[in-house]
């Protein structure tokens, strides 16, 4: 009897141990993309914090690619669940500006949340960084001066067969740092927005 009693409490220690091992293992995992239900209060004017402001305020991911210039995973599981998203807005995760919409996304199969113009072309804007040795065009932020990825033209996407982009444009942003606003119609099966403003 005192033997059964110790392999059960062995048995509960072990299961314990697994889920506080996998619990630890989830919260390793990449932050999937957080959808609100409706639009977030947009800001009034440029927002500065410090980097102990922004820290507590975003997750370790989300501050080394908005306040560091860092980069997420291509093809991860952040990329994976922006493709399977239907109509609606982006916004940024660090003001909650608007940024994209699901009106300017296209499948560009770079392994990023790809756009070929903003929504709210006054909320982005562009500067160039040599981070990788050659000039690249950086896109930030124009409200907190987060970095949201790059910007990249020339690459023909214009012509692409059945899947022309009107700019010619890839906007290649890291889904990380963007919130999803789903359009309301979408009930009714409709993705096309209504009285969407630019
Ligand atoms: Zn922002």
Avoid at 37 to 66: D, F, H, M
Avoid at 123 to 136: C, E, F, Q, S
Wanted: charged share 35%.
């Amino acid at each position: 009897m005192n033997r059964n009693y110790k392999t059960m409490k062995r048995r509960t220690l072990l299961s314990t141990a697994a889920v506080a091992a996998f619990g630890k293992y989830s919260f390793a995992e990449e932050k999937i993309i957080e959808v609100l239900e409706k639009e977030p209060t947009q800001p009034n004017g440029v927002i500065k914090k410090t980097a102990e402001e922004w820290k507590k305020e975003l997750t370790p991911e989300q501050y080394r690619i908005l306040r560091e210039a860092g980069t997420e995973r291509a093809n991860g599981k952040v990329y994976e669940e922006f493709k399977k998203q239907g109509g609606g807005t982006y916004y940024c995760a660090g003001c909650d500006a608007e940024l994209f919409s699901s009106e300017e996304k296209f499948d560009s199969h770079c392994g990023w949340p790809s756009f070929y113009d903003p929504s709210k072309a006054k909320n982005i804007k562009t500067d160039v960084d040599y981070h990788l040795g050659y000039a690249r065009t950086e896109v930030r932020c124009a409200v907190c001066d987060g970095h949201l990825g790059h910007v990249f033209s020339g690459e023909k996407f214009e012509s692409l067969g059945g899947k022309k982009t009107p700019t010619g444009k890839r906007y290649c942003i890291n889904g990380t740092v963007l919130k999803f606003v789903p359009f309301p119609d979408k009930k009714d099966g409709a993705e096309k927005k209504t009285d969407k403003k630019k």
